[in-house]
Each structure stands twice: as structure tokens, then as C-alpha cells.
T-cell receptor, first 117, second 110 residues
Framework: KAGVTQTPRYLIKTRGQQVTLSCSPI?????VSWYQQTPGQGLQFLFE???????NKGNFPGRFSGRQFSNSRSEMNVSTLELGDSALYLC????????????????FGPGTRLTVL | AQSVTQLDSHVSVSEGTPVLLRCNYS??????LFWYVQHPNKGLQLLLK??????LVKGINGFEAEFKKSETSFHLTKPSAHMSDAAEYFC????????FGTGTSLTVIP
């Protein structure tokens, strides 16, 4: 079974631009979560989508948004990029059977490395 | 509220010696706990998972962890370190999201 895939793997943008990252979950998984990983803040939860609906949300500004399609693929968008948005963005998929409380194992993709200049 | 604390930001061991990475947790209910490993420029790989079935959990690559409710701990161990074990290790607990610890960087000295 194919794992979680993320595209692109690397991105370089300038301040003020916007960016869209894509995530394809493991087949059969309906939940997709996004995380931001930085050396200073570690792994921070952005949001989770299940059946095309945002089910949980972390503490990030509205510039960070996402969506999920009917085939469970997900995209994450960051508008008006800031230098501090430079990070590794990780996507994780799971069955999502636990409702709003996570119970299933999350499987992670390789991440997208975003650099903002 | 759910949280985990990884007690060591960095651990250094010699190849062939035991590994101990410590994780304490706080939970409002019976938790699910995980250990993940991250090699440089890679995503997180699941090592093992505790879901209340057995307190001693065996994972991949010879790792295991023991859930101790009385100590609110879920420490990760391996009897003999290998060079390929050098990586960042994350403990995590579930709630309405995955709550990750700050990570422990493991160095293996040849």
C-alpha cells in the first residue's frame, strides 16, 4: 500500500506571496492532519480534515487554511507569507474512526520544506 | 488536558549499549501513546503504539516501551544501540489532536 505523499518536496517563496501544498493520504484513510515543524517550536498542529470538513484546528492565524477533497486528498494554503513561516510542513493520514478524539495511528508523509525569503 | 514531556533533549550512547529515552504524560482519560522517529529531512515514522491492550509494547527495529500508569511514564528502550538509530525521537499522546513532545536527539557513538 502506498504511503502518504506530499508535493512539492521543496519550495522557495518570497514574503507576501502565497503557497499551496498538497497531500495524498494512504488509500482508505479519511482523516488528514497538517503540522508545522520548526527548530524553535517543534511540531505544531495546524488542522485536521475528515470527510471534507475541518474537524479540529490548532492555534494558527487565518492565513493558514486548508481543504479536503472527496477523494480525501488535502491541500494547505498559506497566504501573505512571512519569514517565520519557513518550516517543514508535514501531512499525516489516519482512518479517522475516533471522531474528534484521535485514537488511530497517524502515518506521516515526507514533508514539504518551505523557505520564505 | 493532554500533554507529554520528553525529559531529555539529547541522549548520547555508545554503539552496542542500551538506549533509554524518557517520556512522561498527562492525560484526562485513558490515553493512546506513541513513539515516532524522524531521520534528517524525513517525515515521522511510527515506532510503536500503546492503546491499553498490554503495558509492554514492542515496536520496530528492536525498540519497546512500557506504559506505567502509576508513574505516568512511557519510556522507550532498546537493548543495544545501532548506528542507524541516530535520529530524533518524538513521544506523542492523543486528544483532539496529536500532542507531541519536544523531541529527543539520539547520538550513537561508534
Amino acid at each position: 500500500k502506498a504511503g502518504v505523499t506530499q508535493t512539492p518536496r521543496y519550495l522557495i517563496k518570497t514574503r507576501g506571496q502565497q503557497v499551496t501544498l498538497s497531500c495524498s493520504p494512504i488509500s482508505g484513510h479519511r482523516s488528514v492532519s497538517w503540522y508545522q515543524q520548526t527548530p524553535g517550536q517543534g511540531l505544531q498542529f495546524l488542522f485536521e480534515y475528515f470527510s471534507e470538513t475541518q474537524r479540529n484546528k490548532g492555534n494558527f492565524p487565518g492565513r493558514f487554511s486548508g481543504r479536503q477533497f472527496s477523494n480525501s486528498r488535502s491541500e494547505m494554503n498559506v497566504s501573505t507569507l512571512e519569514l517565520g513561516d519557513s518550516a517543514l510542513y508535514l501531512c499525516a493520514s489516519s482512518l479517522g474512526s475516533g471522531g474528534e478524539r484521535f485514537t488511530d495511528t497517524q502515518y506521516f508523509g515526507p514533508g514539504t520544506r518551505l523557505t520564505v525569503l | 488536558a493532554q500533554s507529554v514531556t520528553q525529559l531529555d533533549s539529547h541522549v548520547s550512547v555508545s554503539e552496542g549499549t542500551p538506549v533509554l529515552l524518557r517520556c512522561n504524560y498527562s492525560s484526562s482519560y485513558s490515553p493512546s501513546l506513541f513513539w515516532y522517529v524522524q531521520h534528517p529531512n524525513k517525515g515521522l515514522q511510527l515506532l510503536l503504539k500503546y492503546t491499553s491492550a498490554a503495558t509492554l509494547v514492542k515496536g520496530i527495529n528492536g525498540f519497546e516501551a512500557e506504559f506505567k500508569k502509576s508513574e505516568t511514564s512511557f519510556h522507550l528502550t532498546k537493548p543495544s544501540a545501532h548506528m542507524s538509530d541516530a535520529a530524533e525521537y518524538f513521544c506523542a499522546i492523543t486528544g483532539n489532536q496529536f500532542y507531541f513532545g519536544t523531541g529527543t536527539s539520539l547520538t550513537v557513538i561508534p
